[in-house]
């Protein structure tokens, strides 16, 4: 089986992470060579991609694709570059063609409700964002809770005051447009040219441009009722790439089934930080969009999904939170139940992927001390713990998936590989690893960032923690030895790098 995909960016979670699945499942994906990629802010060259997806469309067997980088050239493009409407109307309408030369190929298509970012930093965002970012998001926020008739104005005034009326204009024209270029892809989902369209939402709240976006969006899929089951919308970004290739590789075989069970039952309806619905809803949106059925019946069911539920805190670990403590001893007990039913499921036979989606950006070490001392974790059909609980979830959900297709010595290396890579990045890196290297690059150059003159001494001093942290996976890392350390975008948020069979 062959599987074209146009990844949202050149990211590894993007490109590496699906490749690692089809390497599990043993089928080929076929993607962009990095040259038709974006390169950060530098956008993918457009034409030359819609003449590549052409070419790939006349020999694979299912095409995935992102709307961002069709239309745009990549995720941050989507959030700076000033093409109009009509030319990425144009560009998208190119899925027209290829659906009526091609009409029996699956066509997925998946697109991100443009994001608001929380932070004065503009490495994703357009370059005010470093000074007018967190002014911003408040401002998104604050003109949704007025219209939905609160009592705000006071405080929206003031902010005017203390915003660029370029910037506001700049940053609201911005958002029409990809508005535009969401309900065009609803069209596009309408006129059948998508057999299934993905509109996931990064770094969601209740309120703000993006939930407003979002809802305006459904009211047009209610409309249009016949697109209920070709559609989904969910919290997610990053993993739906992986997510739509193993439902591309599901396609004609039995729905894979999932038992779901959460750490702490009461709090499956906790909402995760950076979503904007119950943990319990994201889990079971993502497993649909994977092609999955969640059921009751642990018996019946193909997998256990075993949901580390998110800390009532809604923020990142940390120790010294005024109420971290609490939490931390109110979770305990379940944590160890947990930990014991994942334990008695693996000695049973069963396939468990586990979701540690706790806390975002790193995996829980709480759960990881009792998991590593009672388990042998390589027995684990998947694990994720990285950035959103969607990011962890869907990308965990995949792999899990794929592990169902191994038959051979090389599939089952492919699944360790992927399996040691997630534990080394999601709690290695970036629960404990990184937060040292921080600490070092703060005390020598006085901020926590890397810069031209430190980041090879980076890498290095990564490799050299991964490495030591290796011995305490037991079965999982034996065999195996770090190779190169990269941080793709030239910062300490997110890591590759390879492992190598000794």
Known sequence: MKITLLPLDERPVNTAYPQRIADIADVTLVLPPPYLLSQQRTPAPSADLL???????????ALIVSIETLAYGGLIASRISHDSTSVLLA????LRQIKNQHPALPLYGFNVITRISNADDSIEEPLYWDTAGTRLYR?????????????????LDALRNR?????????TRRRLRNHIVNLHVLELLADGVFDLLVLSSDDTSEYGFGSQEKAWLQTWTRRLPHLESRLLMYPGADEVGCVLL??????????PTFFVHFAIDEDRGIIAPYEDSPIAWTVERQI?????VQIDDPQAADFIVAVNTPSRLRHEYDAEHADFASEQARRAPHLRDFVAHIGAWLHAGWRVILADVAYPNGGDPDMMSLLLAQIDISQLAAYGGWNTAGNTLGTALAQGAACAHIHTDNQRQAQQRFLLHHVLEDWGYQQVVRQ????????QTGQPEITPDTETEACAMIAYQLSALMPQLGPLAQGWQLGDVRLPWHRTFEVDFDLIRE
């Open 436 to 443: 040292q290297v921080r600490a070092w690059l703060a005390a």
């Open 91 to 94: 560009r998208l309408d190119m």
């Open 51 to 61: 003449a590549w997806l052409q070419t790939e469309a006349e020999t694979c067997d």
């Open 246 to 255: 193993m439902r591309a590789v599901n396609v004609g075989r039995a729905a």
């Open 163 to 171: 915003l660029s009326p370029d910037e506001v204009r700049d940053f």
């Open 288 to 292: 649909r969009a994977l092609g999955g």
């Open 139 to 155: 401002y998104s926020q604050l003109m949704h809770r007025q219209q939905q008739g609160q009592d705000v104005s006071a405080e």
